[in-house]
């Protein structure tokens, strides 16, 4: 079972820039899906980005045009670059692959979040 560790968050204001990665503990072959969520004090955990094995993205609409995925090649797990930071996008950020195990089964690594603390 891999496990991952987020990093790169941290305190910013209004406007600037944070990248987030993460560091796996084992080595991803045949990653499925990698997303990051979020989550809010008092609110429910959300899905801001995702990008599949093909490389195909979908964003949060609140985050859309601001914040890109993208994937480290060699480690196969998601960065996140997020620009035009807002007072709103105060959360813990959650790293996620869903990878094949060799088979017919799929599995999930998760991280144990960053936090990003955006003032105004």
């Known amino acids: 079972q891999v496990q991952l560790v987020e990093s790169g968050g941290g305190l910013v204001q209004a406007g600037g820039s944070l990248r987030l990665s993460c560091a796996a503990s084992g080595i991803i072959f045949r990653p499925n899906r990698m997303d990051w969520y979020r989550q809010a004090p008092g609110k429910q955990r959300e899905l801001v980005a995702t990008?599949?094995?093909?490389?195909?993205?979908n964003y949060a609409d609140s985050v859309k045009g601001r914040f890109t995925i993208s994937r480290d090649g060699a480690k196969n797990t998601p960065y996140l670059q997020m620009n035009d930071l807002k007072p709103a996008d105060t959360a813990a950020y959650y790293c996620?692959?869903?990878?094949?195990?060799?088979?017919?089964?799929?599995?999930?690594?998760w991280g144990q979040g960053t936090l990003v603390t955006v003032s105004s």
């Open positions: 996620h692959v869903n990878y094949w195990d060799g088979g017919f089964n799929t599995l999930d690594a």
């Open positions: 990008i599949s094995s093909l490389g195909r993205t």
